[in-house]
């Protein structure tokens, strides 16, 4: 019996691993309430890992070139890790050399939120989950010009991949 070269078994345990983060989410949602805006931190911390909730609840962010959806291009949906809200699909991602996931636009309207962001000596445009409002990264008007020359630069942590 032959093993399955490296890259094909690393590709399967991840997966399983998204196949297990649905079934656990999928069991989190029957005890979740209709507004995940009304979880409290305790609730959020129990759901998301330490990573997970530091970005997503803190506002933080991952160090550039790190997260798993960099380099990444396979066709799917990009879903919030917090409350499965889809996000951006896979045909608005670009390599934009910022070392984050870049996308021209979000995959539907009123999927995300924006606000003004001044921390850190900057001005920038914040961008939340529209239904759990997590933060997911921020967006730039430095993009492909020929899309909208928006780049939604978002932390992979903030992120589920759900292949097409």
């Excluded at 656990?24 to 911390?45: F, G, H, Q």
Aim: include cysteine.
């Amino acid at each position: 019996m032959a093993f399955a070269p490296r890259r094909t078994t690393a590709r399967l345990m991840d997966e399983l691993t998204r196949c297990d983060r649905y079934i656990e989410r999928a069991n989190e949602s029957l005890d979740m309430t209709d507004d995940p805006k009304a979880l409290t931190e305790a609730e959020w911390r129990a759901r998301l890992s330490a990573e997970q909730f530091h970005i997503l609840r803190e506002a933080g962010t991952e160090r550039a070139f790190t997260g798993k959806y960099d380099k990444f291009y396979e066709d799917g949906e990009y879903m919030c890790a917090a409350c499965g809200t889809r996000l951006f699909i896979s045909a608005a991602k670009y390599n934009s050399g910022c070392g984050w996931p870049a996308f021209t636009k979000p995959s539907d309207d009123g999927t995300i939120e924006e606000r003004r962001d001044m921390s850190h000596g900057m001005i920038r445009t914040e961008v939340l989950c529209g239904n759990c409002g997590s933060h997911l990264g921020h967006v730039f008007p430095d993009g492909p010009p020929q899309e909208g020359g928006l780049r939604y630069c978002i932390n992979s942590a903030a992120l589920d991949f759900d292949p097409e």
